[in-house]
């Protein structure tokens, strides 16, 4: 390969930026689901599935809810 004897120190640096750069992104996402369990996001697993069950058709409500914005 012809820009493996130029690379030498630069080429271990990057993979040091992106190590780091992974790290805070981990991190990051680490922090959000934290938060996500500390403010209740996960206390109710079974209600959207319930939902699914309902009788009521989901395309009748984006209607009725369209007819009582234009009144």
Known sequence: MAGCETEGASGVSVIYVLLVASLLVAGAFLGAFIWA???????????????????????????????EKET
């Open 37 to 67: 369990v500390r403010s209740g996001q996960f206390e109710d697993t079974e209600t959207p599935g319930m939902r699914v069950l309902g009788d009521e058709d989901p395309s009748s409500r984006g209607i009725r809810k369209r007819k």
